[in-house]
């Protein structure tokens, strides 16, 4: 016989308990686009304690609907060995790798789960903490309350990566409440430039870069921080980007 | 030197390659909620050409929110070896298992398109094709044009599972439109009844059963349509009825 | 020093222990306006395991604009024993008591979880679980999560009160969805007539009844499923049938 | 008989009773957050004319959600005492006292009323009055009016107090409209740092100001108003510095 | 010296002075167009006491966009004499004079208010009140509320008017929520019929009605609920069943 | 000198040159897509007084956007010389033709305009004119006021079509409004069915006729009036059924 | 019989007779509400050609609604004589005159209109032309648009008012747009102070000026730019400034 | 027999064609109201590779709707013979020529296409790509997408065209996103100026050009960039504009 109630309970309880352990963090995500999940997924191999938080009840950022709602996503040559990592399905044309976009943000999810990171969806991060002139966590809330008068709650984390894309959210947060300087040529947040595909996949891996004591930049945060132009319809960069972060933060932490 | 418009076709080359393969269809199924990436996997390793289309950017249907936002999922005893088929964590109580649904929903999807399901995101079906009174097919637009007055195009397929959950939108239309009668005992949709997840999972998977000719219900539409409970938070009967749509089609095909 | 983690994992903590307490209730009210608050205050006093859910963040219903947002609201003799029981300001005029309206709310709501009530704003009763023809317990869920697709949870009780108002919604919902009677001269909602202050008083507490086996009907929603007049601006009535559910139900459950 | 005429002339001439006495006050607090409702306590049971203005239906403020919708509220030790003035039922788990967020909220708003202070729900404040350089009251109007282009009023009062939370609405207001200089390091707004409930539970007391002569600023405004760090999920210094500002104008009035 | 709170109390004063004042009517009128403020006109002349509930700020209905907001009408010589009781310019086009709309109206509003009638703006009429199967009120509310739960005050009339256009509003929720035959052929709402114009104006005074003991019907009111075509872009008919309304109760009244 | 009055009289009063001209017409066409562009341009060419009315800024309807955004339209052989009537460009396959959507539409706006079929956009038709028993013109209005109270204006018309789409907006209201029966099989409006393009295309201009006296359906309107298929992504019997309305209409005013 | 096409011949042709007319003016004033139509109806008076443009279907600003919704208006001594001017009932109250908003508005504008002021309603000013550094008419447009691309029209006028209330729209839209000085204090909007009812009753009358070659200010949009208090509850300075910028202009004009 | 799958794979595979060859171009413009479908015509009619990207469904821009949804359009003396390159139906008055808006808009566009232009309409331009401090491309996606996180694809063009209207938003974007400067007088947008009909018509053609490498302004945009009067209800200047943007590319091209 099922019974209603009991499962209830089994819901319940196992969210409180991942939500109680996860309250302390080696390593807080804001956005679960490819860029944040390919981190999660090398910190959790890594066995470090990592969860991400996402505003949308569906993560995946904006990798379902590859180019213009044709969902088809491609990769050059020097990130391909992580589409191998996923075991992502692809197709090869010269030196790009064409795979579905369905399919690669799914798998990008799914293996970075599989090996323990966890993904906190409808939540989003709303501020961070600083003590003593260091990022130690976020607060938190829910998505859905809209303007409701709702207070937050707060985590901690040795680290934090904003993967929020080219808004680059926390770490605006951050520079709008605080009289801070980033680790940027001019202090600021450099704001993200045209189009320029070739550049923009040659600079990310090395825009990813703790910018004030405690937080990381990745993905197309990286380069909109720090005044790179905006990439192509490309994933690679994103993907590279992920993974140095995670090494990073890894060597960090050991 | 990285070529944007070279990575621009590629994208909508193959975009276009599988729109034109998959307009075909041996098997089309209307959301990719859990019971309709169910179908799809194990369609798919059966070598049947299917896809699934679904309105939303992100698919996955109820499955991301778990109960109440609290993300996890239950399921019983008896559907514990499709977990098994989709290299699910979980976590044993007793005659339940729970398991974490983002990571859940995640490896529905990465399974089932690695198989060879093709999955159109943000392209929902308005209409059925009839022809000789048998569904041959969906009218299928994209989501996103909301009121645009933008036509359709169309796809055939041999079988059409209506896997919308309990709106199961898809025989609605053919009801609303037509004037047909279904495989259920008064001949029109009987409607969902109140909450008892005891019968509702013990009829679900005598409900999925082709309703018209040429097109099958499963998921929360199998047990709307037949007049059936609504289920509890537990997902068992929603995998065991994608597991049977399957092989109902699958021996028809034969 | 204050430790904001720390702080986060009691609230989580003790508010899962509240809602884990409270899945299986000996009566669990729908909607926290001034007949709920009064039925939840005589069942808390009696040592009942009663909740109060309301899809409002801020509970209380209609009670807080008085008349057409003039905070006040009049009281007739002889409802004036249950101002006395929850210790409001009043001023006589005549037969008729005056109170202030945001202090008669509140008040009712303070007395009701001071003696043991609990209140669950901003979640609402989607459903009821319904077993062997008998309501058994509420579906509920987030009434935040707007449209999107997120499953419920359910809770049990002995009892359900439906103190909707004059939409009367869990009973809407429990005729809507299933093939019922209810105890009533059609065995149908009647609907609520035009208003007629001194009928509608004098026949609420008559209409809270047992409308089918497991729920119960008070305040507005009881005038409204018995098809009696509107009420005129007037809360004796709202406040006596409050009293009533709560004592029938007691004697019920001894 | 009930006769509705007579009964709506009673809240009619009730409530306008009210307006005319509450025109010209010794205390007119914007916001009936936990702050505000608190400064209203005490300075009501110091027998000052005090009304709070807020523009919801149902005052409170962010208190009734808890964090994150779990409906409790944690205090520190030192603020232990207010609950126990407003019969706060709570459970003490070390240095930190848990109570239900509904219940503290409604205690607050019930205790305030009982005690004498008069709550003006569904009204907002515009503006502010200004003459010879000292702030002598509010502009007042329906918040349900919308973009509807209609005329404010206006009441008198000795001191204001924004309540309105980390917006600091009234004083945003003031200092937009007027050349004028704050009573902070810079003569202007500050601004919220990011969370640090440590040092921002030590400065909130202290931030407890009249920041221009006639007005005070309490709760998250203090702190916004004066550069201070955003307050962690604790409510202690919320309900201090209501206690505060109570304090500090009852000496200025005797 | 001015003195604003003095200003704010009489405005307030004088305001609850009115309503008090017209809580008890000989009639009420709902809708403020032309129909309505040509009747309230008439009965205010013959020193009836009337006032008008209209949902909206600004009065006055379809009258001041002329036809498709090209702002002029046109009237017929036979109510042409109501063009010169309101003082109302024109200009001769063989059987047809022109006047300009917004001249009209605010003619038609300024000259019923001269005479005592009381407009009582951003009201509405949610229901009616009945006793002893006559209408004998309004249940009114302030329109701006919106879906706030707010509840509303009543007032009692000896005739209450339904001037609403061709909704018919008042009428509309007399037979909605009581089980009543109307005054027409087949005692429901026939519905209004095509445009006729010269059908229309010649039955519209006719259909000047008590279409159920205490309510009458007049303007668009009075051909919706008895199955008269449409009015063409001409305003003889409703003037004249303004008038017509006022005579046939000033008749009865005396 | 350029004078901007100058030039605002001339455009003024031109149009309502235009519109006093075409307040009297032979035929009105009701939506501006490409059945009734087609008819009016046949129209035009025979030398009636043929103006189309269209609520939207931009004429043209479904034919835009092609199939799912895709702008391309295909016609079929049997109406292939409707495209050369339009001197519109086509690519041959098969039994197809395949032309650009952008370029088909407007060339059929631009030869109807060229040839003197005026098209009032902006404005909807709100109702009919009913004489006799006969649909004798429309009863038009603005469509940009939205819910304002605007009253509509008329226009005779000794034919009026409907050619909304499978709305059939006009017809709809037609039934609604007037107790009449259509020329169909069971004198009400059969309703769209599921799609069939085969069929569809075959019944289409059989469909074309006058549904009650004064008025005729074309386009989708038709099929959607007599119960037939929904057409298929194709636009040959949308020319064709434009064509044999204008035909038929020009054979009876002769 | 009546003529639905010649009735709707005459609206339009009556309503181009005056959009005609009215293209080439003496004062074109922006705004109905007090001030605006006070000014209005002294110029109409003096016999000049003078029309309103407001963007409202139902003009007269903020005075329908008296003081939050209090549908009242209080004029002090000094301003009585106007009251008298346009035959407005009040009751005095000391130094104090109160009417009835409604009555007031629609007086103001019955007169204004009776006197040959014309009133464009739905028609917002979009911009001003400017020729040889002097406002020489104002870019008009229907207000419904919305956001569509619908193109102004033009207007001439010897002198333009702005009546726009404290938001100034015409002179915002003029500093905004070109590179000039105002007549004012610094050369810009000084923007409106905190309300001080006698300050700014005193300021008013003198601050009615013509702030730039052609453009006059009056009501609160005089305050506004000058710098000036925000206004009590209290309609003697919009009325008074009203008389004053027509008094002045008329004397230009001679 | 008509197949439906048939006809859906031409419309993909020829938009498809068009998308891949139109995505490497001689010539991009942004915006299809009436100057860049000009500058379209006379680029194709030159055989240049051209293609127009648009946000509506519907392209044409501000033409549609004449002044004020009066349907016409003025052209004066020196710009008819771009009226007669299109076969535009006009009537002369004096100096200017008057012609139906929809008739005209329809003819540019009709024309443009006929010669070989292509138009993606529902495609706008989100961003430039930029190589070697040149604009060498667009970046562009579909715009129904609204707030959904769908990535761009990237079209390449020797020359792109601003012809967005008095928005400029190519233009805007490139300077927000760029530390670049424009030929301008102060290398910055210098923003419309108010109307001034005569001097904006002189000065627009002048107006026309290469503001940046690689990208030009035309019609409203080119005024709104270069600072010049907005231009009146005319449209001469956006005509020539157009051509002008042409031939001045052209030229280059050669």
Redesign the interface.
């Known amino acids: 016989?099922?019974?209603?109630?009991?499962?209830?309970?089994?819901?319940?309880?196992?969210?409180?308990k991942?939500?109680?352990e996860y309250?302390?963090l080696d390593v807080a995500i804001v956005g679960a686009g490819p860029s944040g999940l390919t981190a999660a997924y090398y910190l959790a191999t890594a066995k470090k304690k990592v969860a991400i938080f996402d505003r949308?009840?569906?993560?995946?950022?904006?990798m379902?609907?590859?180019?213009?709602?044709?969902?088809?996503?491609?990769v050059?040559e020097d990130a391909k060995h992580i589409l191998d990592d996923f075991?992502i399905?692809y197709?090869r044309?010269g030196d790009?790798y064409?795979a579905?976009s369905?399919?690669s943000v799914?798998?990008l999810?799914?293996h970075a789960?599989?090996e323990g990171a966890?993904?906190?969806?409808?939540i989003g991060a709303e501020?961070?903490?600083?003590?003593n002139n260091r990022v130690s966590?976020l607060?938190?809330?829910?998505s859905?309350?809209?303007e409701?008068?709702?207070?937050?709650?707060?985590?901690?984390a040795k680290y934090v990566i904003d993967a929020t894309?080219h808004e680059s959210e926390v770490i605006k947060?951050?520079v709008r409440?605080?009289n801070i300087k980033l680790n940027t040529p001019t202090g600021s947040i450099e704001?993200?430039?045209?189009?320029?595909?070739?550049t923009a996949?040659s600079v990310i891996v090395d825009n990813v870069k703790e910018v004030y004591p405690g937080i990381f930049v990745t993905g197309m945060a990286a380069n909109a921080v720090f005044g790179s132009?905006?990439m192509?319809?490309?994933f690679g960069g994103m993907l590279l980007s992920g993974k140095k972060v995670a090494d990073e933060i890894i060597r960090r932490l050991s």
Chains 1, 2, 3, 4, 5, 6, 7, 8 share one sequence.
């Open positions: 016989m099922l019974d209603e109630v009991e499962i209830t309970k089994l819901i319940v309880e196992n969210y409180m991942d939500l109680m309250a302390d949308r009840l569906s993560i995946g950022g904006g379902w609907g590859g180019g213009m709602m044709f969902n088809k996503i491609v050059q075991s399905n197709e044309f790009y064409v579905d369905v399919h799914t798998s999810a799914y789960t599989k966890k993904i906190f969806n409808l501020d961070v903490i600083i003590k966590g607060v938190i809330n829910w859905v309350i809209g409701l008068p709702i207070d937050p709650l707060s985590i901690y894309g947060t951050l409440k605080n704001g993200e430039h045209s189009m320029d595909a070739d996949e132009p905006r192509g319809p490309i």
